[in-house]
């Protein structure tokens, strides 16, 4: 599977290992953040470019990493056709594919280790979408708030 992949800088740190467990587990990485650490870079600016790579098929998924992963998942979340979650539990990595077919998944390397972040990577990009009725339901829900979301003016 072919993964976007970025941090800003307060992501930096689980950069690498976040690499090495996507060799280990045979994904092909698409670096579309900075080479280097970039000190106060801003999240929605490596958030932007994940989620343009899922949306425009360069990815199949995409990986963000920010201090906290909140921001990183809100800035994310603009994007038509992303569903991207922080996650700091085995289950949510892996339920939020198989039942929200989250196709982001956020961390926050100021609040989970390297071990744990290359574990949810695994359970993240190891799940798929269930396709049951009720979550594809859902699913089209949430596509069609964004829908109307573009056609909406001021409240």
């Known amino acids: ?14 950069r690498d290992r976040v690499f090495a467990e996507l060799a280990a587990l045979g994904h092909e990485l698409v670096d579309v953040g900075s080479p280097e650490i970039v000190p106060g870079d801003d999240y929605p600016d490596v958030a932007v470019v994940v989620a343009r790579a899922v949306t425009s ?3 199949e998924r995409g990986v963000l990493v920010c ?9 994310a979340n603009k994007v038509i056709g992303i569903r991207a979650c922080m996650c700091h539990d085995s289950f949510s990595a892996r339920q939020g594919v198989e039942d929200d077919d989250m196709n982001v998944l956020c961390l926050g390397a100021r609040v989970i280790g390297e071990e744990l972040a290359a574990e949810l990577v695994k359970d993240f990009l ?12 859902r699913v089209e829900k949430i596509a069609a708030l964004e829908r109307a979301g573009q056609r909406s003016g001021p409240a």
């Open 126 to 137: 190891s799940a798929t979408f269930s396709g049951a009725e009720r979550h594809r339901r």
């Open 1 to 14: 599977m072919k993964v976007a992949f970025a941090a800003d800088h307060a992501g930096w740190a689980l």
């Open 57 to 59: 098929g360069r990815a």
């Open 67 to 75: 201090g906290s992963g909140v921001g990183a998942a809100i800035a």
